[in-house]
């Protein structure tokens, strides 16, 4: 992978940048060279970024050649656009506040270089504007109101505005920045692609344990892919991959989901993408779907404040109420008896607007459809947790208790469960699903489409073992080479 540093005027501390090459704006734009070159990272240096300036122009040319550039022009449009800079950064509103509580002045301007400020103190606040808003060089002008700091303007930061007595850390700034990118590690294969893999270290049942992250990193090497961890505060870093798979559980009000859509925007591949995230985390959504097209579920209801009476007539005691964005088996609930439906309900209904209620079905195990791109990966029998009606049984602060797991062969599962998992994973997409599956009196019912399967070593990949990860990351690096072709 190539890395280049676009400027206007190719300085001498450019050149001692290291893993990285230097090309004048002038050369870029024009050069015939860079019209073919592949697999290329823009970092555009330009001493203005302003609309239909050279740094304009370097941005908007390297999206066109399939390079990724360093600020993107869709960066530089969302700076100019104050109403999505507060919507973006709204999260925000603690950081600023820790970072600038000490300030005697009710004004302040902050200098943000490749994601660091001057002063160590700013260095949470300028990292977490940076990972929003990735531009080399950026500027935010904060105010006090009624003591609390806002956020009143962030924008791009013209070179030649670099104060001089910044100029120093600026220079340490990009050398830190590109040293902690590309460390140099041998391989024993050229990686044609970059992927970041977001995984959580701090995550209590994470879709993949440590030996299967491990795998994926295995797979991507043998298929040319470089594989490399991020984390939760490395949205900044997007730009620098070809293709993102997430391997964190993923919500919408989340930043899992954030991570999805600036991928998407940013041209990665990604799974998941952000549509499965929004169609497969709401289980209200499921429930239409699933009926809208009259794929077998349990009998379901979608339960609001004025229909709570009609739960009980309809599905019967015991009932299994859901929030809408559940997981895990956590935020779902079985309710035996009629005098705690009600309240119930009523305690879930402050959380979302409406409920799901399903028959309850009792069953030894649950299956498991691993599915990709429209094709089965795997199939698991998930045992229920011991003396529960759940895989997983989560008692209050212990540690989770899951059931015992089974995988078989495709081949081996019964025909109807894999052609009812495929339609159903087919409403969503063509991503990585885990489509769950009860058989009831020769029925097969589907419970629920999970974007983020569960892949943990020794378990899904029990049968397919290291060609598990190989098709799933193959599937990823056809759709990149796709792309590079200008192939939808």
Known sequence: MKHLVVAENIELWLTELHGVECVSARDYLAGSRWLSERGVRVYNLCRSLHYQSTGYYVSLLAA?????????????????????VRLMSSDLHAVIQKSLKILQSDHFVLSIYFGRNMAERHDALSRALFNLFPAPLLRAEFVRVEKEWLLRRLGSLDFDDVPENHRGFLREAAQRYFAGERPRSARNKPSRYDLAMLVNPAEALPPSDERALQRFEKAGAELGLAVKRIGPDDIGRLAEFDALLIRETTAVNHHTFRFARK?????????????????????????????????????????????????????????????????????????????????????????????????????????????????????????????????????????????????????????????????????????????????????????????????????????LKGALYREILGTMLRRIEARKRGVN
């Open 263 to 463: 991928a998407a925007a940013e041209g990665l591949v990604v799974i998941d993408d952000p549509d499965s995230i929004l169609k497969c985390t709401n289980k209200v959504y499921l429930a239409e779907l699933l009926a809208r097209h009259q794929i077998g579920a349990p009998r379901t209801l979608l339960v609001h404040r004025d229909n709570i009476d009609q739960v009980e007539a309809a599905l019967g005691l015991p009932v299994v109420l859901k929030q809408p964005d559940s997981a895990f088996s956590a935020g779902v609930v079985k309710v035996r008896e009629a005098r705690e439906l009600k309240p119930m309900i009523r305690r879930l209904l402050k959380r979302s607007e409406l409920v799901v209620a399903q028959e309850y079905l009792p069953t030894e195990f649950d299956w498991r459809v691993g599915v990709i791109d429209g094709r089965p990966l795997y199939a698991c029998r998930y045992f229920m947790a011991s003396g529960h009606w759940q895989i997983i049984r989560h008692d209050g602060d212990s540690e989770p208790d899951e059931g015992n797991a089974e995988t078989l062969a495709v081949g081996e599962a019964p025909e109807r469960v894999i052609r009812t998992a495929l339609k159903a994973a087919a409403l969503i997409g063509d991503g990585l699903y885990g489509v769950d599956l009860k058989e009831v009196d020769g029925r097969v019912l589907v419970i629920e489409v999970n974007d983020n399967p569960s892949i943990d070593a020794g378990c899904e990949d029990a049968v």
């Open 64 to 84: 066109a050649r399939g390079h990724r550039p360093l600020p993107s022009v869709g960066t530089l449009q969302d700076l100019k656009n104050p109403a999505v």
